[in-house]
């Protein structure tokens, strides 16, 4: 049972463009919401993370929108550059910490 | 020098051996995890540890399992190895006291189960 579902399993993206990934979940008693940034070869690194008493959050060309009546949140990347291209998960968890549910990734290509 | 550090970073073992992936952390975290990622499926918890003598079981603990040998070390077992533990394995600590919880991760051991 994947309690986190996210999409598109992979992204292509010209420069300068935006990309936008898009998770949904199942328990209600979620209250932390991450999105890690993978490059290859290396472990996953927090991009940016929201709780759901705001409905966005925006860290530079990061931003995340939630919303919780669809129990849904995106990542939206603006101005994408190459440097961007890494693998992307979104996460879930309640009150324990790093205990986190991972969505299935999005693998980001964003070409010149 | 890289705050998580696993080893080995590549094991090619063949089933039924068993095999140790060790983690070790100079980070000063009490909580550390062990999670699995595969293709599709992205990561899923293995074993977590929030203190040296606390040790719980995570979504897919079954073939696996831990020893927190210090705050420092957490090692992850597969007792007897099978095709299907073939995945990318990943050790990370956390600190509670930092308000939203931030998993550091290392940089993964690759295992290949023939």
């Known amino acids: 049972q994947q309690q986190v579902k996210q999409s598109p399993q992979s992204l292509i993206v010209q420069k300068g463009g935006i990309s936008i990934i898009n998770c949904a979940y199942e328990n209600t008693a979620f209250d932390y919401f991450p999105w890690y940034q993978q490059f290859p070869g290396k472990g996953p690194a927090l991009l940016i993370a929201i709780r759901p008493d705001v409905s966005e959050k925006k860290e530079g060309r990061f931003t995340i929108s939630f919303n919780k009546s669809a129990k849904q949140f995106s990542l939206h990347i603006m101005d994408s550059q190459p440097g961007d291209s890494a693998t992307y998960f979104c996460a879930a968890n309640y009150n324990q910490g790093g205990k986190l549910i991972f969505g299935q990734g999005t693998e980001l290509s964003v070409k010149p | 020098d890289a705050d998580v550090t696993q080893t080995p970073r590549n094991r090619i073992t063949k089933t039924g051996k068993r095999i140790m992936l060790e983690c070790s952390q100079t980070k000063g975290h009490d909580r550390m995890y062990w999670y699995r990622q595969d293709p599709g499926l992205g990561l899923r918890l293995i074993y977590y540890?929030?203190?040296?003598?606390?040790?719980n079981k995570g979504e897919i603990s079954d073939g696996y399992s831990v020893s927190r040998q210090a705050q420092a070390k957490f090692s992850l077992s597969l007792e007897s190895a099978i095709p299907n533990q073939t995945a990318l394995y990943f050790c990370?600590?956390?600190?509670?006291?930092?308000?939203?919880?931030?998993?550091?991760f290392g940089s993964g051991t690759q295992l290949s189960v023939l």
């Open positions: 540890s929030f203190d040296v003598k606390d040790i």
């Open positions: 990370a600590t956390s600190d509670p006291g930092t308000g939203l919880e931030k998993l550091f």
